[in-house]
């Protein structure tokens, strides 16, 4: 990610906005990065 500092930024915000939509939902969590992971 150092070498790609604006997907870093976008990976950040997605976890954040994750974090938010689903507090105590670890499952959905690692769900809703898969796509992101998966494309980069």
Do not use: C, T, V, W
């Not at 976008?10 to 954040?16: D, G, I, N, P």
């Not at 969590?29 to 980069?40: L, N, P, R, T």
């Amino acid at each position: 990610m150092i070498a790609h500092p604006e997907d870093a930024q976008k990976y950040s915000e997605l976890k954040r906005k994750l974090a938010r939509q689903y507090p105590n939902d670890i499952i959905g969590y690692m769900d809703g990065k898969d796509g992101f992971i998966k494309e980069m």
